[in-house]
């Protein structure tokens, strides 16, 4: 009696490789709308974290002169009586959408001030990651 010898066969055949493909298209499609959407809620929560950072120095600018600055660049360069900055280690943040903080003083409802964002969209209002942020 003869004994066949079995080939042993090196890699993986074409069928196996599209399998293997759509296996992993599959979970993609299932994994990466839940990730994006984390994408929208920590950028809200990084633009919730740079404002209490300037918050922070507006605090100690008032602290140091008496008053509020009347635009968020005297945290970094003023002439005012008794400042003691700069307040900020680097310039100014943008927000996390690329656009400027808004700054205002006096605030509304009789809050010394307010800062703002718009959120992605850069309008007012807006829902999800479109809505402003504002701290006061």
Known sequence: MKVSKLKKTLGFTLIELLIVIVIMGLLMSLVAPAMFSKVGSSKQKTAAAQMQMLSTALD?????????????????????????GPYLPRD???????????????????NP??????GRDGKPGGEGEDEDIIYQ
């Open 113 to 118: 001030y307010a800062l703002k964002t718009l």
């Open 60 to 84: 100690t600018h008032l602290l140091d002169t008496g008053n509020y600055p009347s635009a968020l660049e005297e945290l970094r360069k003023s002439t005012a009586s008794g400042w003691d």
């Open 92 to 110: 100014i943040p943008m927000d996390p959408w690329g656009n400027s903080y808004e700054y205002s003083t006096p605030g509304t409802e009789g």
